[in-house]
């Protein structure tokens, strides 16, 4: 059969061999997610990850692997952003240097978005000189033409961004987290869309902050992991953002224990359940099993996350024919940002602006020194 290379199992990897960016958390190669709600600290942490790469120094006691980094801001500018680098490299502790590493790309008309011929051009640069790091600042902004209700708009998005960390580096998204309803939290929610960009992604986190009130005034971010294919998706994580004068300095800290005890389990139940649904309906038994192997869940913990994703419209449950009627679920995109399409057209078949077709089929640019094969239409800042 055409368009396969063929291999049996005895020729592929016996272990997984993970190039990570910053251990742990974030691996080159890959597509990664960090959402939260605005003003959770996400283009603080951000800056703070893109200077420790730059610098190659560790980041929340974790290493990083040194390297370019480039930031495309669809959702400030630089007058925003700028500053945040200054402050969190004298946080860190690191120089000049390690700045001049950072390339910020501002787009001369952020109307037109991150469209697809601009991710055509955006590979085909990454191919001369691949970062270590691509940040994209935020998905509403750059891919605001992709419709989050259709899975054909989010998974071609999804399919660019994959082709472009195939080519080495790193690439974060930026995002925004819906608003809680039915019951489900901004964590228990996940990202807008969380579907279809956490199916395309390897690992996805949420920022949150911390109530003042909990921390006895504190400033102190909740950093949970939504999804890891490479590692542990381990426990939330608590960090403690310290400004003190012209620095802004990171460090990880206990979560109260309200915040530790906020209902760990069902949250990843949840998770779990739109993961597993995602491969397909299951019967409830079948379901109930693989939920317990991926979250360490009860039965009675499983049975609370379907009823509440239930409520909010994420899930399906039909009656089957055959004895004892068994129940199959079906996860169904209904519920996003906003609400759901209440006509039915969530799934539709409706391409982008184009078809696909891959920029892997277009030839490799000469390498050029000077980098002139930068995307036409941003601004370049060193």
């Keep these: 059969?055409?368009?396969?290379?063929?291999?049996?199992?005895?020729?592929?990897?016996?272990?997984?061999?993970?190039?990570?960016?910053?251990?742990?958390?974030?691996?080159?190669?890959?597509?990664?997610?960090?959402?939260?709600?605005?003003?959770?600290?996400?283009?603080?942490?951000?800056?703070?990850?893109?200077?420790?790469?730059?610098?190659?120094?560790?980041?929340?006691?974790?290493?990083?692997?040194?390297?370019?980094?480039?930031?495309?801001?669809?959702?400030?500018?630089?007058?925003?952003?700028?500053?945040?680098?200054?402050?969190?490299?004298?946080?860190?502790?690191?120089?000049?240097?390690?700045?001049?590493?950072?390339?910020?790309?501002?787009?001369?008309?952020?109307?037109?978005?991150?469209?697809?011929?601009?991710?055509?051009?955006?590979?085909?640069?990454?191919?001369?000189?691949?970062?270590?790091?691509?940040?994209?600042?935020?998905?509403?902004?750059?891919?605001?033409?992709?419709?989050?209700?259709?899975?054909?708009?989010?998974?071609?998005?999804?399919?660019?961004?994959?082709?472009?960390?195939?080519r080495g580096p790193a690439v974060l998204i930026l995002d925004h987290t819906p608003k809680p309803v039915q019951g489900l939290t901004a964590l228990e929610r996940g990202v807008a869309g969380s579907f279809y960009k956490l199916g395309g992604a390897r690992s996805a986190y949420l920022l949150q902050r911390v109530a003042p009130k909990l921390t006895g005034g504190k400033d102190v971010l909740r950093l949970d992991c939504l999804k890891n294919n490479l590692g542990p998706m381990g426990e939330p994580v608590g960090i403690a953002r310290h400004f003190e004068g012209d620095s802004l300095r990171f460090e990880l800290v206990d979560l109260p224990e309200e915040e530790s005890a906020r209902s760990p389990v069902l949250s990843r139940a949840l998770r779990a359940v739109r993961e597993v649904l995602s491969e397909g309906p299951l019967l409830r038994e079948e379901l109930i099993r693989k939920v317990a192997e991926r979250a360490n869940a009860s039965e009675r913990t499983t049975t609370q996350a379907l009823k509440q994703l239930r409520a909010a419209g994420e899930v399906e449950a039909r009656e089957t024919s055959g004895r004892g009627s068994p129940v199959v679920y079906t996860l169904r995109f209904a519920l996003n940002a906003e609400k759901a399409d209440k006509q039915g057209t969530d799934l539709a078949q409706t391409p982008l602006h184009y078809p696909l077709h891959s920029a892997l089929n277009q030839p490799d640019p000469a390498p050029s020194p000077n980098l002139e094969a930068e995307p036409e239409g941003w601004e370049v800042e060193v």
Excluded: C
């Design 1 to 166: 059969m055409s368009g396969f290379t063929w291999k049996t199992a005895t020729d592929l990897p016996t272990a997984s061999e993970v190039s990570w960016l910053w251990e742990g958390y974030i691996a080159r190669g890959t597509v990664s997610i960090l959402g939260g709600p605005a003003g959770a600290g996400k283009s603080t942490l951000v800056a703070a990850l893109e200077v420790a790469v730059a610098a190659g120094v560790e980041f929340l006691e974790a290493p990083t692997l040194q390297g370019e980094v480039w930031h495309l801001d669809y959702d400030t500018d630089a007058r925003l952003q700028g500053p945040w680098y200054a402050k969190t490299a004298a946080g860190l502790g690191v120089g000049a240097e390690a700045l001049g590493r950072i390339r910020y790309l501002e787009p001369s008309d952020p109307s037109q978005g991150l469209d697809l011929n601009r991710l055509d051009e955006l590979e085909r640069s990454v191919l001369v000189q691949p970062p270590a790091l691509l940040v994209v600042d935020a998905w509403t902004s750059a891919f605001f033409y992709a419709d989050s209700k259709k899975a054909e708009h989010v998974a071609e998005v999804m399919g660019r961004l994959r082709q472009i960390a195939a």
